[in-house]
Nanobody
């Protein structure tokens, strides 16, 4: 059984918005910070946002700061990433991931050990 499953990707017009969801296992949701990353073809995996399991502290990558939000839904055991003002540079496969327990930081892919399968987001011009 997959521990993290993303959904909500697709084709989005330039300037539009998107909402991605990451359904997590109960253990992961209740005990681990969850992050969102994205990877465009030929580029490195890039940090987008994260949220802690305690206190819902949020962090954002520079490329999305000011136009992204992230929150936890306790009833659904999911973490949602919402972005607005989309542009072609936002085209990528988006992944959610569990941060390694006890790992500080949380903006590098190496800080995470369990990943979802990813969901494609394509911004059309």
């Amino acid at each position: 059984q997959a521990q993290l499953v993303e959904s909500g990707g697709g084709l989005v017009p330039s300037g539009g918005s998107l909402r991605l969801s990451c359904a997590a296992s109960e253990h992961i949701f209740n005990n681990s910070p969850i992050g969102w990353f994205r990877q465009a073809p030929g580029k490195e995996r890039e940090f987008v946002a994260s949220i802690t399991s305690q206190f819902d502290l949020t962090y954002f990558g520079d490329s999305v700061k000011g136009r992204a939000s992230i929150w936890r839904d306790t009833a659904k055991l999911s973490v949602t990433l919402q972005m607005s003002g989309l542009k072609s540079d936002d085209t990528a496969v988006y992944y959610c991931a569990r941060r390694i327990p006890g790992k500080y930081g949380g903006m590098r892919p190496d800080d995470y050990d369990i990943w979802g399968q990813g969901t494609q987001v394509t911004v059309s011009s």
